[in-house]
């Protein structure tokens, strides 16, 4: 892959959140999450836009005598806008904007291994070019170096910062997450169980919560869900209504479809997602 303009050098060692932005209503709603995110957490905004266009052998030029013209020029005002979207959300965070040549999971992949989050609208690639290369959201869920946050919905609720309870490392690092998470967003932790788990387990597991909570040095409210136990990836859709984000670990194969459970989440969520991914997969 190559770059349009040299990359932008951080100025300082902020945590850096990836926004991944193409031609869509969605890019917008990540691009606002990604600018609150960042003056939650004191961070730097870094947002990509993923070329694809000359991998398509697709002539990128302007046209002769027609200024503004060209598919390059329009990649750089898509880039100029989001700018502008940020702005209006976060003024104070450093903002850095770059066009990368490539697909936009190859990309996107690449970001994440510098980053403390990577973000993308539920169509990642704008309507047209998800249909031509697939789904990317799905794809960073699979190989991202770090987390990474599916925005749908309302990107501004509120509401609690919800956990999907899972008996695996993966799933005591998702909530401490989401401990962290309600910290920065002055919310509630709400946990929501498994479908297999006994219901005289809850008592057990929200004081575990609770103990994951604390050890990431955060003091938060924790509760179980009004829709404690999850049947099922359409129950975990229905437990995201009025949250300000779901925190769902990655599948723990480390795969992600659109028939597994991360998968069917992340499509049909009425809220953020945060996939907390593994440590050993992070830059």
């Known amino acids: 892959m190559t770059t349009s303009t040299p990359s932008p050098q951080p100025a300082t060692d902020l945590p850096v959140v990836v926004v991944g ?6 890019s917008d709603r990540a691009i606002r999450w990604g600018a609150e995110h960042a003056r939650r957490i004191g961070g730097q905004l870094r947002l990509v836009h993923a070329f694809v266009w000359p991998l398509l ?27 502008a979207v ?4 976060a003024p104070e965070i450093p903002v850095l904007t770059e066009i990368v040549e490539g697909r936009s999971a190859d990309v996107l992949v690449t970001e994440s291994r510098g980053a403390a989050v990577l973000a993308v609208g539920s169509r990642g ?22 987390p990474v946050v599916v925005v ?48 005289a387990e809850h008592d057990r597991i929200l004081a575990h919560t609770r103990q994951a909570v604390a050890r990431a040095g955060v003091d938060v409210p924790v509760k179980l869900s009004d829709l404690a136990t999850a049947h099922s990836a359409k ?7 009025g949250s300000r984000m779901l925190v769902v670990p990655a599948a723990s194969e480390g795969l992600a479809s659109a028939s597994s459970r991360t998968g069917a989440v992340v499509q049909l969520a009425h809220t953020p997602i945060w996939i907390e991914r593994p440590l050993q997969h992070r830059g």
Do not use: F
Request: charged fraction near 25%.
């Open 125 to 146: 690639l704008g309507r047209m070019m998800a249909v031509v290369m697939g789904s990317t959201s799905l794809a960073l869920a699979r190989y991202a170096a770090c």
């Open 86 to 89: 940020a702005r209006e959300v």
């Open 235 to 241: 129950d975990l859709v229905a437990a995201s209504e």
């Open 21 to 26: 932005i193409s031609d869509s209503d969605d």
């Open 57 to 83: 052998n697709v002539d990128v030029d302007p046209v002769p005598g027609v200024a503004g013209s060209g598919l390059r020029a329009g990649a750089e005002t898509l880039v100029a806008h989001a700018e």
């Open 152 to 199: 749908r919905g309302d990107e501004a609720t509120d509401g609690p910062i919800g956990v999907a309870y899972e008996s695996s490392d993966l799933g005591e690092q998702a909530l401490e997450r989401a401990g962290r998470l309600a910290a920065a967003y002055e919310a509630e932790v709400h946990v929501v169980i498994g479908v297999h788990t006994p219901a």
